[in-house]
């Protein structure tokens, strides 16, 4: 059974940064993606940035333009962990956060994270 389990929400104000983490276990998939969506109350989620891979070559990451030069996903593969560093943080980016990953028709979900960033 698939297991994303996130961490590392928090309250900061404007300008300031969070890192979310993404355990991740019980999966066999060689072709995935694997990132980071987000839901606002009254908006529906969408995705912040994802890693996709077909298991043959290095990925490729994807950003949403609003968080373009502010957010970097990144992996540690020992720890089948995936980060999220957030920059430079803005009141637009409240949101629960959470981590997801798609293989084929599979879809799993973690149980999201809150980041609230005060003005």
């Known amino acids: 059974q698939v297991q994303l389990v996130e961490s590392g929400g928090g309250s900061v104000q404007a300008g300031g940064s969070l890192r979310l983490s993404c355990a991740a276990s019980?999966?066999?998939?060689?072709?995935?993606?694997k990132g980071w969506f987000r839901q606002a109350p009254g908006k529906e989620r969408e995705v912040v940035a994802v890693?996709?891979?077909?298991?043959?070559?290095?990925?490729?990451?994807y950003y949403h333009a609003s968080v373009k030069g502010r957010f970097t996903i990144s992996q540690d593969n020992t720890k089948n962990t995936q980060y999220l560093q957030m920059n430079s943080l803005k009141p637009e980016d409240t949101a629960m956060y959470y981590c997801?990953?798609?293989?084929?028709?599979?879809?799993?979900w973690g149980q999201g994270t809150q980041v609230t960033v005060s003005s």
């Open positions: 019980g999966y066999t998939y060689s072709s995935f993606c």
């Open positions: 997801g990953m798609t293989s084929g028709t599979m879809k799993h």
């Open positions: 890693f996709c891979t077909n298991g043959t070559n290095d990925g490729r990451t």
